[in-house]
């Protein structure tokens, strides 16, 4: 609010208002700037020996509106003068004086030693977090005057001031106040017309008006918010989203031009966000600044490394499918036959059932194993001998062996009587915010959509093995649960699950 204006302050004949006390407390020192609003002065306030902002406001637009004209003007002035949040100018006093024999409104304010965010992105881009933190301080000074009605209408960096305080090189020390609250509503529907096509006016200014203001709808906060995403596209990309010749060009633009691929390489959350800002339907945009804030704080997170980087950085698309853990493997409910023999797959052996015989000890006696005695005929004695062995081994060996499936152990009892799929339950799905919420099952890395929340599902659960089910909405963090019934569920039981979702 230091920026000087055109004047020269130094010379009263380029003022009048210069020298001049306004109420019998404030004197006109220095001329600050000047717009369509009316002329911003640094003041001196003698009886509390401070240094104050003084807002002489511009005429009426014709005298028989002045009546009008003068009680909107008290009217909003005492709603900016309640809003005390301490991102917004704060508003000292009001009223009315006689300067010259004419009729003049006045606002007191606090005097602010700093830089307005036009001048500041003249000097150099701010970096992606020191944007953050500046923009955040903005939604909040705004979401306290939504609360309290009042609609800002004129939003722009030259209305947002950085203070000079701190090591200007830290984010965290870029303090900001939103300056002139509440002052675009004064002037009559002919003089919107009128200056709807002159930046600067109380309506607003073209490059960072929003579609309703233009076309004269009725507007509320959301007309804020497109605003605001036009600042934020200032501030990332190092340009206006639209802009042009004329400022009809322009306005038409942000009538029926989609804005133009952010390029500056910002974090996608963030890219999201500006781009729903900028929707011209006002139902579209995120609806409140609290929606703008709980956003703003998932980009921070993801920036300071406190969420993991896919979740902020992915923003609000929703195109790819999440990798998912295979869930476990079901537990299975009847035993397996051991095998006969693992010796060659494993390297050990089984023991064998009581009663049956390990036929991997029984190796038999080769013929070649022992020496032989020389012997008459001794050649014909030993293949007898060895014809004889095999065809002995041969009968052991069967009759061994359809010994063993004779002799097999019973089956074992059966386990407690559940069926293979499980008992079937009804599962209740409820969210929070209760609408709009897309419910997918998880299975291995495949997701099924099975519909929006509120909503029930009838499912049979295997024993011990939960289903996942995930929660996807856009502006808030994608949410993962595994679903199981209550231990003493029987057939046909209800229960519910209850799932709040985080905004981005």
């Not at 009315?96 to 001048?119: H, P």
């Not at 501030?235 to 038409?252: A, I, K, S, W, Y």
């Not at 579209?284 to 993991?308: C, E, F």
Request: charged fraction near 25%.
């Amino acid at each position: 609010m230091n920026e000087p204006g055109g004047a020269d302050p130094g010379n009263p004949a380029a003022d009048p208002m210069l020298g001049r006390i306004i109420d019998g407390r404030y004197t006109l020192l220095q001329l600050i700037g000047r717009g369509g609003m009316g002329s911003v002065y640094r003041a001196h306030q003698a009886s509390l020996e401070r240094a104050v902002a003084v807002k002489i406001l511009a005429q009426a637009p014709s005298k028989a509106r002045e009546a009008e004209f003068q009680s909107r003007f008290f009217f909003e002035a005492s709603t900016a003068a309640r809003l005390k949040h301490p991102n917004t100018i704060t508003v000292f006093d009001y009223g009315s004086d006689i300067v010259a024999d004419e009729k003049v409104l006045f606002i007191a304010m606090e005097y602010l030693d700093g830089v307005t965010l036009t001048r500041a992105l003249k000097n150099e881009q701010l970096t992606v977090p020191q944007a953050v933190h500046v923009i955040l301080q903005v939604c909040r000074s705004l979401r306290e005057a939504h609360e309290a009605g009042v609609v800002h209408r004129d939003l722009k960096p030259g209305n947002i001031m950085l203070l000079r305080q701190g090591d200007e090189d830290d984010a965290d020390e870029h303090f900001v106040k939103v300056l002139d609250f509440g002052l675009a509503k004064t002037f009559s529907d002919e003089e919107k017309a009128l200056n709807l096509t002159r930046v600067g006016t109380f309506l607003g200014s073209p490059r960072y008006v929003s579609p309703e203001q233009i076309e004269g709808r009725a507007i509320d906060g959301r007309a804020d918010i497109y605003s605001l995403g036009c600042v934020m596209y200032r501030m990332l990309e190092g340009r206006v989203p639209f802009d042009g010749d004329t400022p009809v060009e322009v306005m038409l633009k942000h009538l029926n031009k989609d804005p133009p691929p952010m390029e500056s390489g910002i974090p996608r959350a963030l890219e999201s966000l500006v781009r729903d800002c900028l929707m011209k339907e006002a139902d579209t945009r995120p609806q409140t600044m609290s929606d703008v804030i709980d956003r703003l704080k998932g980009v921070r997170a993801g920036l300071s490394g406190q969420i993991p980087r896919q979740l902020w950085e992915e923003g609000s698309r929703e195109d790819r499918v999440p990798r998912a853990s295979p869930p476990p493997s079901p537990v299975p409910l009847t035993k397996k036959k051991r095998p006969r023999d693992d010796t060659a797959s494993t390297g050990h052996r089984h023991r064998p059932p009581v009663g049956q015989t390990d036929l991997s000890d029984h190796r038999p006696a080769r013929a070649t194993s022992l020496p032989a005695r020389a012997a008459p005929g001794g050649g014909r004695v030993a293949l007898v001998g060895i014809a004889f062995g095999a065809l002995l081994a041969l009968l052991v060996f069967g009759g061994l062996k359809l010994g063993l499936h004779r002799r097999d152990p019973p089956p074992p009892p059966p386990m407690d009587p559940q069926p293979v799929e499980g008992t079937r339950v009804k599962v209740k799905v409820k969210t929070e915010p209760a609408a709009g919420v897309r419910v997918f099952e998880i299975r291995g890395t495949q997701a099924e959509m099975l519909g929006q929340a509120p909503m029930t599902l009838d499912w049979r659960f295997v024993t011990g093995t939960p289903r996942v089910l995930e929660f996807r909405k856009e502006g808030f963090h994608t949410a993962r649960y595994d679903v199981s019934p209550p231990a003493a569920a029987q057939e046909g039981d209800a229960f519910e699950v209850e799932v709040k979702l985080v905004a981005r």
